[in-house]
């Protein structure tokens, strides 16, 4: 089995150049809306317009899986914690469905290798369709993935797009769910930017001291493992995940699309370093919604060059932190677009 995406578009610069031009004619002193205006420009460029629309039809799509470093003491939670998760997202009862109810969202969780099984309940059948496997493998002593397991969640979430988007989806935001995820993004983060275990191994659920030394002592392994790795699919398969994997292709396959992305945390910032090798120049198609306390997180958006929306102190994930920004991409555009401009309301600009 093959990856391949399409040559990624850049966003249009007209409607960038026009954005611009918009804000300087508001009826305000040039820069006072600060990280507004900078969104709005964004939002005009990916949509192709100005001004552009506040997004309507957003979707959150969960991937979730377990990880065998689990095993190793990296986290606070046992690991039949992620297949229950699932069946609460699909019941509507986690932080993530109360804060897409709120901004009025759409909400999908896809099994990409949850280990345990599922409780009973009836499942909406593109909650399995796209499974790999049961759990990925320790990756501080083997391969997270077989070479066919990484094509396939990366095509998985390369499809997953496709359908979201062919359905109407017009803003797309990745969330995670997955016992001991933290461990394998700190990994594909330090080894993609360069930066060791000390500086990439954060407390994730919330583990002790001990807990933590033993992470770290995982993910500096894991990044040893890794550095023969060359490419996105070959680290993926070493350390990663079928659950990161397609977070990866679903992000690269959005900007092929020229759907805007909202970044949520640590997860979907080390799968956009992925997914900016997968299909080079997506990153012009992301907003990172927020900042996570995971240190490895500020990391990875500084390689990309985004700067969060908000920052709150969150580690949840889930997709919860860019929900939380969903309204601020939209005062952006109301902002341009609804806003008069100085000869409109009859007030001098500055001389």
């Known amino acids: 089995m093959t990856v391949a995406f399409d040559a990624v578009p850049e966003p249009d610069n007209g409607a960038r150049e026009q954005a611009i031009a918009r804000q300087a004619m508001l009826t305000k002193p040039t820069g006072a809306l600060g990280r507004l205006e900078d969104v709005s420009v964004w939002l005009a460029g990916v949509q192709g317009r100005c001004p552009p629309l506040a997004p ?12 065998g470093v689990a095993a190793a003491g ?51 059948a593109e909650v399995t369709k796209w499974k790999v496997r049961r759990g990925s493998g320790r990756l501080d002593v083997e391969d997270a993935l077989t070479r066919p397991e990484t094509a396939q969640a990366v095509n998985a979430g390369k499809a997953i797009a496709d359908e979201e988007i062919d359905a109407g989806a017009d803003l797309l935001i990745p969330g995670d769910m ?21 500086l990439v191994t ?18 500096a392994a894991g990044i040893k493992r890794a550095e023969g790795a060359e490419g996105a699919l070959a680290l993926l398969q070493a350390v990663g995940g079928a659950d990161i994997a397609a977070m990866a292709g ?3 396959q959005a900007a092929v699309r020229r759907t805007p992305v909202l970044l949520d945390g640590l997860i979907s910032g080390a799968a956009a370093l992925l997914a900016q090798r997968l299909a080079p120049g ?3 198609w992301w907003a990172a919604g927020h900042r996570s306390v995971e240190p490895a997180h500020e990391v990875a958006l500084d390689t990309l060059g985004l700067t969060p929306l908000i920052d709150l102190g969150l580690r949840l994930g889930e997709g919860s ?27 001098s600009n500055r001389g």
């Open 321 to 347: 932190g860019a929900l939380l920004a969903v309204p601020i991409v939209a005062a952006a555009a109301d902002i341009l677009g609804g806003m008069a401009t100085f000869g409109e309301a009859n007030v």
């Open 282 to 284: 997506a990153s012009a």
């Open 202 to 219: 954060g407390r994730g659920t919330g583990i002790d001291d001990a807990a933590l030394a033993r992470k770290r002592a995982v993910v």
């Open 56 to 67: 309507k039809h957003i979707r959150v799509v969960i991937f979730a899986g377990d990880h």
């Open 74 to 124: 990296v986290s606070a939670y046992p690991s039949e914690v992620t297949a229950q998760m699932v069946a609460n997202f699909v019941a509507g009862g986690a932080a993530v469905n109360v804060l897409a109810r709120s901004v009025g969202a759409g909400v999908r969780v896809v099994d990409m290798a949850v280990g345990s099984d599922l409780p009973v309940l009836v499942l909406p």
């Open 178 to 198: 997955g016992i001991g995820n933290t461990t394998p993004a700190a990994v594909l983060i330090g080894v993609l930017t360069g930066h060791e275990a000390e």
């Open 250 to 252: 679903l992000l690269a």
